[in-house]
């Protein structure tokens, strides 16, 4: 709000103030009052109509560039309401309180969706667990009754379970509040799990698993963790070349941060698509040509890793290699709280 | 024969359980009534309790407090509730392991063969008719020779002297090896095998290991 702004918004008063002393002095001049007297008159009108509108400006300006500069200091600006002081002139108040009662309905509103998104998230999770128990079923069924399709109904049944986890771990990553736990994990066995998990499918296409120095500590979920080696295992399974093929596991210790990478000489991603990997839904010339793709996969692991906040990056070289580096920083505090406390 | 207690209230996979683990040769004992398991525990007194969670009426974990409270019998709880907390609040209450459905059986058998031989006591010597195994050292010892196995050989070796007579598949030895953070592949198995038998063959016991075509091997006694 400037004066100019202010001017031209007072238009209509201000014409009006005009016409009305145009008014007056045609009134004056029919009572022939004399020239002196006119003058005063006018004097007299126009400091009247200037002061009312100065005065009018000058209480406006200081709530209204409050409010602005109150408006771009802050993150969230739906919390103004609470930061403005009371005005001293009606419009003022009557804006403060449509602000308020326009917030709380919102508020309502919110948590309305609020509660409606927790409880799908709890039926969500609830109707995994129950969907596991079959799976388990048939995974024992399977194992007691030797047959010749074993094979291929423990593949199909371990691709259901994949995505099964996958839209778990969706639910757990879209929501705001913190279900996982961190805690120091050995990554050999974290990898371990995942080894074991994809033995099957690494041996039957002759992809050979090779892992080396990961007998390091890091802090975080194990679980979140594991969901999220299991995906990268998953695409390098997928993403293998038919002869020769490895995925090659490598731990470092830096300084600062734990460096873990997942390397396979598989089919690689295209230059132009590598920064995009990671988006929602995306899915490359690979994604689209023969092997299915959700494109969700390495959304939701940039998801957690965000949350859990470890560093997550891609290199791959077509037809050559890829290689997913997940870092994972160390944390002073933990340890100075811990010495602490011991 | 160690007997077993499967705490499961699907009814499906209590009774498939059941089957995987008679088949491994073990006694079992699928509970129907969950309102008295405390005092069937005393009764029954098994060696190991596979414990579901989610457990009608009840919660596993509380479960888990109160048998800890009186009974110190090995327990594996089994879930289908992923997460770390559940896996922490388990073993914090005494659980000897946590397993997440849908597990693999034969993975299943491995652990709950590893906590069984954990709550007995340590063993660091076995024998193979006159033979002297020392895992540690990765030796196999006769009166007068001795003979060192590579850490896959001796995993190979431990698991055909645990199951003796009966057939071991590749499978079975392969998830040993994975399990032990050995991930070879199916080549590296074959030779390693054949390694396991030259050695054997060095100190006399060449007819030990017996091949099964498309079954597996068996170690005789």
């Known amino acids: 709000m400037n004066k100019k702004n202010y001017i031209k918004d007072k238009w209509l008063t201000i014409s009006i103030a005009i016409v009305i002393y145009f008014i007056i002095l045609l009134i004056l001049l029919a009572f022939k009052v004399n020239y002196q007297a006119t003058i005063a008159i006018s004097l007299v009108y126009l400091i009247g109509i200037i002061s009312i509108l100065v005065m009018a400006y000058m209480r406006k300006k200081k709530f209204y560039q409050e409010l602005k500069e109150k408006l771009d200091s802050l993150d969230k600006k739906y919390l103004i309401v609470e930061m403005l002081n009371e005005p001293s002139f009606l419009e003022g108040k009557v804006l403060i309180d449509s602000l308020y009662d326009i917030n709380k309905s919102m508020i309502e509103r919110i948590n309305t969706y609020k509660s409606q998104t927790q409880d799908f998230k709890e039926y969500v999770e609830l109707w995994i667990h129950e969907v596991k128990l079959p799976v388990s079923s048939l995974t024992l069924m399977i194992h007691n009754h030797k047959g010749e399709e074993n094979k291929k109904l423990l593949e199909q049944l371990s691709r259901l379970d994949n995505y099964l986890e996958q839209i778990l771990y969706y639910v757990r990553s879209e929501n705001a509040e913190k279900d996982y736990l961190i805690k120091k994990v050995n990554l050999s066995k974290v990898i371990s799990n995942i080894a074991l998990k994809n033995k099957d499918i690494l041996l039957e296409k002759g992809i050979d698993f090779i892992v080396s120095d990961v007998n390091l500590e890091v802090l975080t979920d194990s679980k979140w963790l594991e969901f999220i080696l299991n995906q990268i295992i998953d695409n390098s399974i997928k993403y293998s070349k038919k002869q020769n093929a490895y995925i090659k596991i490598v731990a470092k210790e830096e300084k600062d941060r734990v460096d873990l990478a997942i390397y396979d000489n598989g089919i690689g991603i295209k230059k132009e698509e590598q920064p995009r990997v990671f988006e929602k839904t995306y899915t490359g010339t690979n994604g689209r040509t023969g092997k299915k793709s959700t494109g969700m996969g390495l959304y939701i692991v940039k998801q957690l890793c965000e949350k859990l906040g470890h560093k997550v990056s891609i290199k791959s070289q077509e037809q050559e290699f890829t290689c997913v580096r997940i870092s994972f920083l160390k944390n002073d505090y933990y340890e100075v709280a811990k010495k602490e406390t011991t | ?221």
């Open chain 2, 1 to 221: 024969m160690p007997k077993i207690k499967i705490v499961e209230d699907d009814l499906s996979i209590a009774e498939e359980l059941k089957q995987t683990l008679e088949n491994a040769g073990y006694d079992t004992i699928v509970t129907t009534d969950f309102n008295t398991i405390i005092e069937q525990i005393k009764q029954e007194q098994p060696d190991l309790i596979l414990l579901d969670i989610n457990l009608p009426k009840m919660n596993g974990e509380v479960l888990l407090q109160q048998i800890r409270k009186e009974n110190n019998v090995p327990i594996i709880m089994v879930t289908s509730k992923n997460n770390e907390v559940d896996e922490v609040l388990s073993m914090s209450y005494g659980a000897d392991d946590y397993i997440t459905k849908p597990y693999n059986p034969t993975i299943l058998l491995l652990r709950i063969g590893a906590v069984l031989k954990r709550s007995e006591r340590p063993i660091d010597k076995f024998f193979y008719r006159s033979l002297e195994v020392i895992p540690q050292k990765g030796i196999l010892k006769t009166n007068d020779e001795e003979v060192v196995l590579t850490k896959n050989e001796m995993i190979i070796f431990l698991y055909l002297l645990q199951n003796q007579e009966k057939i071991v598949t590749r499978d079975e030895l392969m998830t040993d090896l994975w399990n032990n953070d050995e991930y070879i592949n199916d080549n590296a198995l074959t030779v390693n095998i054949s390694r396991l038998r030259a050695k054997l063959k060095e100190i006399g016991y060449e007819e030990a290991i017996e091949t099964r075509k498309n079954q597996g091997y068996i170690l005789h006694e």
